[in-house]
């Protein structure tokens, strides 16, 4: 960084240097007002223009929120667009491209008749176009939370538009509210909101409906891996029919671990890898359907009519009901689709889907019935025995490679609703990698993939096939389906505010299709879906309660959560005479003892980041020493979710106490907060020298000129700047005296100075919590919960440890929590 030259001491005025001036990023904002001076109007326009900033947050209630803190939803257009859609391809659709290998075969257990396998195709092509075209495609897409998808998304979407949750105190400023005026509701919508906010039982509802949505997917993410790999193996036997049962299981258990290990090349490369593997093989599949189509029966095309639909179900009846089971398997991989939406964006997957795969699909199943329709025995192998002559062992290798490559959809998928849930805190803080400097949304989660891996590996071997792995498939599928169906109508009613008539049919059409296949893959419990389901639970148990401790844990260190002014003061000793210095105390309410002055820079780590609060370590550090150090330093690590933040939007300085003149003894205390991205690396030997040229930059251009407006104050008088200010101290005393102002800045530059050279001393809380007694059966059942949570965040690492200190110049205070 750049150390800013001395000031002037020229008598009279006060000067600061122009390469000083230079340094202000002043083509970020607009003049307002006239200037005083040409050093006023650089300086007091950004200022102003910060005040225009805050006032409109007030008004339009973001809780003065900073908008360099709150994520933006990325848009592409031209060819990064068509890049996300290629690599959506590789990624997206292994999944429920792969469906045709055996939809039809997991539908039917015998030869079909001509109109059962017109009803069963109608089935498919209406489950696609609704379930999947419109439904989610065109629907379901729109409901993201700047640009996350998933159950979790819309759950995190709908507390951001009514007060449904408690939010971590350190992510409260980075969250950008769009609750409306209750005024300005329609009364369906308001009748809707208000029946959420104040039922505490509708709240807990939707809490664990959206965590359950993350649970099941992730489950499903553990099997989809095993049953997809496996299916391309056991694909070998149609040329080679004696290949052995441990042959099969040791290839599947290789692919599986080789899959695993390239994770951290980042989607990016993965999806544009495998794209051309299922371009080829979504081609294939148009090209064998359009061949079926041309020489077999090409009068399955009457299955566009939703009659032969309705008319299977009414003959078949339950046998026709059961059958569903198989007709989901078409679309499984919808809700990875809805997930994996903060990878890429919604007109890429829309592109990737309307224009491609979707086309293909259809072509595929018609091509399918066609050859089904006049071949006997076909439905037991629909994919290879459809192959058009000369093409089976081209057919087999894709199919194979396809299969493999369907597993991707799932991993993606988990790895990027774990991050949803880790943000607002339903799981301990683990190490998240950003695998792109241009699609911020594509990460990779190492912990997490090497347990997924562990799991697929331990299922295949131990359902070692996919029929009994075919069993427990499904079944989350479709939940998720109905979960999401249910959420997204509370979204078009609260947040998009449409009529509550239409969202009502539209909840009851595509709530009824959930419905009905959800009753069918229930009846594969019994048999397998059960694990599945077993595995959720266990997930939704770990995340429930992570939440349930972090929320007690809020809960204890909001205790401590005080403003600088309740907490220290200054006074004068009675033997002083009027117009000393000064002495610096601790508030009345906390017994009114002088706090003694330590030599050097105190820096306190803040977890927060209010503008008007004081972090808990320096409460602790004063109540258990009743000292401080020369310069007190609050500060604040804000991370965003981009790849690298400006330098000038990097570095926030600001007072806790407003300046009254020189030689007060609250004027050496600072508010720094470091905004960085994930490329960004701040936590460096030389974050004690970083800090120190920021608070001389904010004290210089604070006495750039006594002429403009004052600094905003808030409640409790402290001074909140989230940009570097020109703070005047003449506004507060003897405004036209540049005499006295100069002295003021010499001295803090003088303070500042000092200080650094004696030593900076970085201070971190070490927290331990401690349960409450029990004094009945209840609160022995919380007692148990909230030990399980603290085993687990004792066992997910230090973060002193993550944030690469000195270990020289660090100091750890210690304090007790009971929650």
């Not at 290839?251 to 994770?263: A, D, E, K, P, V």
């Not at 148009?286 to 077999?296: A, C, Q």
């Not at 829309?350 to 699909?361: D, K």
Request: with cysteine.
């Amino acid at each position: 960084m750049n150390t800013l030259p001395p000031m002037s001491t020229e008598t009279g005025k006060f000067y600061v240097a122009d390469e000083a001036i230079a340094q202000i990023p002043s083509n970020r904002v607009q003049i307002a007002g006239e200037a005083v001076g040409r050093a006023s109007s650089t300086a007091g326009s950004i200022y102003a223009a910060k005040r225009r900033q805050s006032v409109t947050e007030k008004e339009i209630g973001y809780d003065d929120a900073d908008e360099r803190d709150i994520k933006k939803k990325q848009s592409f257009s031209g060819r990064y667009l068509l890049w996300l859609a290629y690599q959506s391809i590789g990624v997206i659709y292994g999944d429920i491209g792969t469906s045709p290998l055996y939809v039809y075969s997991s539908t039917f257990a015998s030869e079909p008749s001509h109109d059962d396998l017109l009803g069963a195709l109608s089935l498919i092509i209406w489950s696609l176009t609704l379930m999947v075209s419109v439904k989610y495609i065109l629907i379901v897409l729109r409901a993201d939370d700047e640009g996350e998808g998933g159950t979790f998304a819309v759950y995190s979407l709908l507390s951001r538009y009514a007060n449904i949750v408690r939010r971590d105190p350190r992510e409260e400023r980075s969250i950008r509210i769009g609750r409306v005026r209750t005024s300005d509701l329609k009364t369906g919508t308001k009748a809707a909101r208000s029946i959420m906010e104040r039922s505490g039982l509708l709240k807990l509802l939707l809490k664990i409906v959206g965590v359950l949505g993350v649970s099941l997917v992730m489950s499903d993410g553990v099997l989809t891996p095993a049953q997809s790999v496996l299916g391309a193996i056991q694909g070998l036997e149609v040329v080679q029919p004696d290949i052995s049962k441990s042959t099969i299981v040791g290839s599947s258990c290789g692919i599986l671990i080789l899959l695993f290990l390239i994770q951290p090349l980042g989607t990016s490369k993965i999806g544009s890898l495998f794209a051309p593997i299922v371009i080829v093989w979504l081609s294939f599949n148009l090209g064998f359907g359009i061949y079926n189509l041309v020489h077999f029966d090409h009068s399955v095309l009457k299955a566009f009519s939703p009659y032969y639909a309705g008319n299977y179900m009414v003959r078949n009846k339950t046998e026709g009901w059961k059958s569903l089971g198989g007709i989901l398997l078409a679309f499984t991989g919808v809700e990875a689709l809805f997930a994996d939406l903060g990878a890429f964006t919604r007109r890429a997957i829309q592109l990737s889907w309307l224009c491609f795969a979707f086309p293909c699909l259809l072509l595929a199943y018609i091509g399918q019935a066609a050859y089904i329709s006049s071949n006997k025995g076909a439905y037991s192998n629909p994919f290879f025995n459809s192959v058009p002559p000369g093409m089976l062992y081209p057919g087999l290798v894709v199919a194979i490679l396809a299969a493999i490559v369907a597993s991707q959809t799932m991993i993606t998928a988990t790895f990027q609703l774990l991050s949803q849930i880790i943000k607002l805190s339903y799981f301990p803080q683990i190490k998240v990698k950003h695998t792109s400097k241009i699609f911020h949304g594509q990460i990779y989660i190492p912990w997490v993939n090497w347990l997924l891996m562990i799991g697929t590996i331990c299922v295949t071997a131990a359902y070692s096939n996919t029929v009994k792995l075919g069993e427990a498939y499904g079944v989350c599928v479709i939940l998720v389906t109905f979960i999401t169906t249910s959420m997204v109508s509370l979204v078009a009613l609260i947040i998009w505010r449409l009529p509550i008539v239409i969202v009502l049919a539209g909840f009851l059409v595509f709530g009824l299709l959930d419905g009905v296949y959800l009753s069918s893959a229930l009846t594969k419990v019994p048999d397998g879906a059960w694990f599945t389901l077993c595995l959720a639970v266990v997930l939704l148990s770990v995340f429930v309660l992570w939440r349930y401790g972090k929320e007690n844990q809020w809960r204890a260190e909001g205790e401590d959560r005080v403003t600088p002014s309740h907490l220290l003061t200054e006074r004068h000793t009675e033997q002083e005479k009027e117009g000393s210095i000064p002495i610096l105390c601790l508030s009345p309410a906390l017994g009114g003892a002088p706090v003694s002055r330590l030599r050097g820079i105190g820096v306190f780590f803040d977890k927060t980041g209010s503008p008007n609060g004081t972090p808990t370590v320096f409460v602790h550090f004063l109540q258990k020493f009743q000292a401080a150090p020369a310069v007190v330093v609050f500060f604040h690590i804000r991370p965003l979710s981009c790849p690298t933040v400006a330098p000038e939007d990097r570095f926030s300085v600001s007072r806790c106490f407003p300046l009254a003149g020189p030689g007060m003894a609250l004027q050496n205390m600072y508010r720094v907060t470091i905004r960085h991205g994930y490329a960004d690396d701040i936590m460096t030997n030389n974050l004690g020298l970083l800090i120190y040229e920021n608070l001389r930059d904010f004290i210089i251009r604070e006495g750039v000129e006594p002429g403009s407006a004052p600094l905003e104050t808030s409640s409790d008088g402290s001074t909140s700047s989230s940009i570097t200010p020109p703070t005047h101290a003449a506004a507060a005393f003897m405004p036209n005296d540049h005499r006295a102002q100069q002295a003021v800045v010499r001295e803090s530059l003088a303070n500042l100075q000092t200080a650094y050279e004696d030593q900076v001393v970085h201070i971190v809380g070490k927290e331990q919590m401690r349960i409450a007694e029990a004094r009945n059966a209840r609160g022995w059942a919380r007692r148990l919960a909230l030990a399980m949570f603290l085993w687990l965040r004792s066992n997910t690492g230090s973060k002193v440890a993550n944030m690469n200190l000195d270990v020289e110049k660090l100091v750890e205070v210690g304090y007790v929590k009971v929650i």
